[in-house]
Structure formats: C-alpha cells, structure tokens
C-alpha cells in the first residue's frame, strides 16, 4: 500500500463549477501537507501549504486537513479553464529533518468552458 | 517570491555523453535542494537528497556514479547524468527549500527535458 493515495482521475468539470481533490494518506506522523499544481511538462507550482490539521483558504483555493481521518482536501470555487492541470498532493513528517516529500500520484483536472 | 531556475529547460544528446543540469534559487538560500525524474503521465520520482557543503543522499535504486550531484553553493546544485544512454532520457526537475526545521515547503524549478538518441 502506497503512503499517499490519490486517485488519479482524469477529473471533468465545467467551468464554474467546484474542483473537489483529495488524498489519503497511512503515515500519522505527517503534519505539513501541500498542494502543488503541474501544467503540462512544467515543474509543479506550490499552491497550499497547511501546518498540521485545519483549514486554509486563499483566494479561489481552500485546504483542508482532517489528521484523525488522514485525509486532504483541495477546493476550487469557479474554476477556470487555466485551471486544467495536474493536480498533486504531497507531505512530510517532523521526523524528517530535511523535509523530503511524499506525493500522491496526481489528479488531472479538465475545466471545459 | 521563492523562484527556482533550470538550465537547460531542454537537451538532446548523443548516447555516452555526459549531460549537466543547473538548478539555482533565485531569491532565497536553500540548504536543501531535491532532484526528481519524472516520466509521462506519472507522479514525480525523488532521486537524491543534496544539502549545501555536503554529499547527497541518494534514493534506493538511484546509481550515485551515473548521477553525480553536487550542492556546491545555498543558490546552486547541479545533476550530472553521466555516459547518458536512451533510458535516461525523462523529465528531470528540482527543487530547493529554505532553511529546516518547520518549513517544510518545496519550489520547483521548470524542469529539464532529458533525450538520449
């Protein structure tokens, strides 16, 4: 069983509509967990980044983390075309002093105008 | 803020060449920076560990003598695929962090797209 799961779509919504990615995880001692968006054969872009469990929205983008269900979310309110992309999940544990990541396979997103 | 440079974005070369990589923050000074690989359609693939002054750490089944990485500077690491052949050929990208502890964010430069002919 893979440490970070996620499922890896491809995922259709049309435009306007709420983007909903999620990750799953096993390892309890992860506690920072990122969200990084991958356009097409670029480098991914750090989109989220939360501290242990909570809440963190930024603009059109809300994470969410639930450390007792192990579980990650990302929302996209009134997603744009632009946001077509890969979407992927990552974290790291405390006990990991040089903050290597582990990612989930990557949710690809298609926004249809 | 947080920008990471790749040069070359892409290279081709022949089969036996050896092939440099830059990787460079550009506003910040990383203590760590992580080389990945990463093939069509796929998660992205860590490959080594490099802290500045010090040898990298490299990933189970990562050959250290093919890919020589060196963190030379907090602004710069370079990967060097040696003796390159067509099964090298991916998408190679990096990323750096700032300093440890509690931060534990990662940027990523554009990636380098590697062919072997």
């Known amino acids: 069983q893979k440490e970070v799961e996620q499922d890896p779509g491809p995922l259709s919504v049309p435009e306007g509509a709420i983007v909903s990615l999620n990750c799953t995880y096993s390892n309890s001692a992860f506690q920072y967990f990122m969200w990084y968006r991958q356009y097409s054969r670029k480098g991914p872009e750090l989109l989220m980044y939360t501290y242990s469990s909570g809440n963190k929205e930024d603009g059109r983008f809300t994470a969410q983390v639930d450390k007792s269900s192990k579980y990650i979310s990302l929302f996209i309110r009134d997603s744009q075309p632009s946001d077509s992309a890969t979407y992927l999940c990552?974290?790291?544990?405390?006990?990991?002093?040089?903050?290597?990541?582990?990612f989930g396979a990557g949710t690809q997103v298609v926004v249809t105008p | 803020g947080a920008v990471v440079s790749q040069h070359p974005s892409r290279v081709i070369c022949k089969s036996g060449t050896s092939v440099k990589i830059e990787c460079r923050s550009l506003?910040?000074?990383?203590?760590?920076m992580f080389w990945y690989r990463q093939f069509p359609k796929k998660s992205l693939m860590l490959m080594a560990t490099?802290?500045?002054?010090?040898?990298?750490?490299?990933e189970q089944g990562v050959e250290k003598d093919k890919f020589l990485i060196n963190h030379a500077s907090l602004t710069l690491s370079t990967l060097t695929v040696t003796s390159a052949h067509p099964e090298d050929s991916s998408f190679y990208i990096c990323s750096a962090r700032e300093g440890r502890g509690q931060y534990h964010e990662q940027f990523f430069g554009p990636g380098t797209r590697l062919t072997v002919l």
């Open positions: 506003d910040f000074q990383a203590t760590t």
């Open positions: 490099s802290n500045e002054g010090s040898k990298a750490t490299y």
């Open positions: 990552a974290m790291s544990g405390s006990t990991d002093s040089w903050g290597k990541l582990q």
